[in-house]
């Protein structure tokens, strides 16, 4: 079975600190990682996947299938960048079924 | 493009009633999902559809939940009875086979009294 694990519920930084938002997961396969963001009185929306590479609004997110972690960080933090944040795993194979993780909520401070 | 689309956007009903919540995709996504997401937990997959056939229904109650997607584009999702532990949001996704990302819809927010 999958698993995603948000260990922190609640994380709160001020402006310009860096920030980063953890999560683990389990799976015996060959992972896809995203993170999802929500923001106050929006939808879920994909904020990054791993396979991308990419940065989208200054956040990154390396997979580490050591560890099994796929972190999301953001070297200095807006107050813009503060919503509900939730990492998630697709199963490969024909099921691809998304896991989502309970979710972090980030608050960035003035 | 609207999105996603998702009607009711909030529904109170007392336990022992019927409910359904009604999802349009997104124009050209032939996968649609419906999740449920409780308090202070991240979205759990009930059902996934591709085109009209349900191809991943292992995590839907099936004694009192039901869904369908008519034609393979709009798709209703009933509960019936409804009990107490299903007040949640009910959350409408679809993907295309090419992109494969999932949008969401905005969530029916579900209360059962």
């Known amino acids: 079975a999958q698993r995603v694990t948000q260990p922190e519920k609640l994380l709160s930084v001020f402006k310009g600190a860096p920030v980063e938002l953890k999560c683990n997961y389990s799976?015996?396969?060959?992972?896809?990682l995203f993170w999802y963001v929500q923001y106050s009185r929006q939808r879920l929306q994909l904020l990054l996947r791993h396979i991308s590479r990419e940065s989208i609004k200054g956040f990154t997110a390396d997979l580490n299938k050591g560890e099994t972690s796929f972190h999301l960080k953001k070297p200095f933090a807006q107050e813009e960048d503060s919503a509900m944040y939730y990492c998630a795993l697709r199963s490969s194979g024909s099921a691809r079924q998304l896991t989502f993780g309970s979710g972090t909520q980030l608050t960035v401070l003035p | 493009e609207a999105g996603v689309v998702q009607s009711p956007r909030y529904k109170i009903i007392e336990k022992k009633q019927p409910v359904a919540f009604w999802c349009n995709p997104i124009?050209?996504?032939?996968?649609l999902y419906w999740y449920r997401q409780n308090l202070g937990q991240g979205p759990e997959l009930l059902i996934r559809y591709e085109n009209e056939e349900a191809v991943d229904d292992s995590q839907l109650p099936k004694d009192r939940f039901s869904a369908e997607r008519l034609k393979g584009v709009d798709s209703t999702l009933k509960i019936q009875p409804a009990e107490l532990g299903d007040s949640a949001v009910y959350l409408c996704a679809s993907s295309s086979m090419a992109q494969e990302t999932q949008y969401f819809g905005p969530g029916t927010r579900l209360l059962v009294l």
């Open positions: 799976y015996s396969g060959s992972p896809e």
């Open positions: 124009s050209g996504h032939n996968t």
